[in-house]
């Protein structure tokens, strides 16, 4: 990927900034204290990276009530060595580490519940930065010569990235502001302005050669605009 294309990509130490929380392909604000991130159900691979991340933490939580379960086997049996007080032992740090486990896991979801605004951002950063990667993977094409298009269209995808990267910043700007304290609202009319002004950039973009392999990009950058735009406006007048 060139520079200029890597300079555009949101990378995930931005996001951090940009947010004030930890953002990962799983979770916000980390796997302690944070949420779900709710696109995490539409990937396979993201539901399996995030089975396997259960069934880690689960054998963690296990390990540690271990030392609950002996303790109560302790107190409550004569001798340790026997099989059914093994098996007590082994229920009791197993319903302990379930209990935890649900516990966990239901924080987290009404943790999601709050910062439903972010996670649908965050949504739109993904296919930004999918659009990103298409572009370095069609310039990679042309230098192949296995593609031919024009490279005013090539310019116009990419003012039109800068343009919904912008808006992605403002709103996420503007999430963390309303999120962390509601009155700035100098800050947040700001923000939305530029929002406003962006979309309209996108909107009057125009391609010049429709069988480019750049248009369906432009449009593509063109709808995070207008989702970035509608989900602001949404959470703003919450």
């Known amino acids: 990927m060139n520079p200029e294309l890597k300079q555009l990509t949101i990378a995930a130490k931005e996001l951090e ?3 004030g929380l930890e953002v990962t392909d799983l979770f916000i604000g980390g796997m302690v204290g944070g949420a779900y991130r709710p696109n995490l159900f539409k990937t396979r ?134 999120r962390q304290n509601r009155g700035l609202l100098a800050r947040r009319v700001d923000l939305l302005m530029n929002i406003e002004t962006n979309l309209t950039t996108l909107k009057t973009m125009e391609v010049t050669s429709q069988a480019s392999e750049y248009v369906e990009l432009l449009n593509e950058a063109l709808q995070i605009g207008i989702s970035v735009h509608q989900e602001v406006q949404q959470f703003s007048q919450r």
């Open 17 to 19: 900034q940009l947010t």
């Open 45 to 178: 691979q993201r539901f399996l990276s995030f089975c396997l991340t259960q069934l880690f933490i689960f054998v963690l939580i296990f390990i540690f009530t271990l030392p609950i379960g002996l303790l109560l086997v302790r107190n409550h049996a004569n001798s340790v060595n026997d099989v059914s007080t093994i098996t007590w032992f082994l229920q009791v740090s197993f319903s302990v580490s379930t209990v935890v486990i649900v516990g966990w896991n239901v924080t987290m979801a009404l943790k999601s519940k709050t910062l439903k605004p972010l996670a649908h951002l965050l949504d739109e950063v993904d296919k930004y930065n999918e659009i990103v990667q298409a572009v370095a993977i069609v310039e990679r094409l042309e230098a192949l010569g296995s593609s031919q298009t024009h490279r005013m269209d090539r310019q116009q995808v990419i003012e039109a990235l800068m343009i919904a990267r912008n808006s992605l910043v403002c709103g996420l700007m503007t999430e963390k502001i309303l």
